[in-house]
């Protein structure tokens, strides 16, 4: 099973500043197959970025993803009020998907 | 339009059972691997189970031997098979479709379309 180690537990951030969120495979991620996902409280998970760098659908520029391996990094270039929420990575390389444990992006 | 409707949540006692279902439109579930991601209250998401075009199945060590994942094709509902609970499987289930990469007739890849989920409550 791959473990996927996301850090800080807790990034406090301003409006207009840049977020950056990182995950830490325990093992490679194949083919970069890493995936990023948004949550707000009471709502079902969003996918953001997949295959490590690719927007989905609908999902501003502001978002980006990158890193290959073992070392992925979600940023955002520019908070907006809406994007103050839990954040997961996913790997979906393997046949036992895991996900990281969320990175918690409150308002400063 | 792709939509996922969960059902089947409720209370069960310890060591009881019980059976979700997630009922799909806009896609076949038999296209798609479909998989099931739980959250516990005030927790992060944990990937319980996921089961290919092909019919292989897959699970977390936490569920391995106690949850079964299968699909009707007829209906086109994913279900998941939930015995031997216990308080720890308290959550709300979520069923999710994968897609992105599409070969063969068989889609996988990122969980792009989720359900709203379904309280799984194991209490006595």
């Known amino acids: 099973e791959i473990v996927l180690t996301q850090s800080p537990g807790t990034l406090s951030l301003s409006p207009g500043e840049r977020a950056t969120l990182s995950c830490r495979a325990s093992?490679?991620?194949?083919?970069?197959?890493l995936a990023w996902y948004q949550q707000k409280p009471g709502q079902a998970p969003r996918l953001l970025i997949y295959?490590?760098?690719s927007r989905a659908t609908g999902i501003p520029d502001r978002f980006s993803g990158s890193g290959s391996g073992t070392d992925f990094t979600l940023t955002i270039s520019r908070l907006e009020p809406e994007d103050f929420a839990v954040y997961y990575c996913?790997?979906?390389?393997?046949?036992?998907?895991?996900f990281g444990q969320g990175t918690k992006l409150e308002i400063k | 339009e792709v939509q996922l409707v969960e059902s089947g949540g409720g209370l069960v006692q310890p060591g009881g059972s019980l059976r979700l279902s997630c009922a799909a439109s806009g896609f076949t579930v038999s296209s798609n691997y479909m998989s099931w991601v739980r959250q516990a209250p005030g927790k992060g998401l944990e990937w319980v189970s996921v089961i290919y075009s092909g019919g292989s199945t897959y699970y977390a060590d936490s569920v391995k031997g106690r949850f079964t994942i299968s699909r009707d094709n007829s209906k086109n509902t994913l279900y998941l098979q939930m015995n031997s609970l216990r308080a720890e499987d308290t959550a709300v289930y979520y069923c999710?479709?994968?897609?992105?990469?599409?070969?063969?007739?068989?889609?996988?890849?990122?969980?792009?379309?989720w359900g709203q989920g379904t309280l799984v409550t194991v209490s006595s």
């Open positions: 996913q790997q979906y390389g393997s046949s036992q998907r895991s």
């Open positions: 999710a479709r994968e897609g992105g990469y599409c070969s063969g007739g068989s889609c996988w890849g990122q969980f792009d379309y």
């Open positions: 093992q490679s991620v194949s083919s970069s197959y």
């Open positions: 295959g490590a760098s």
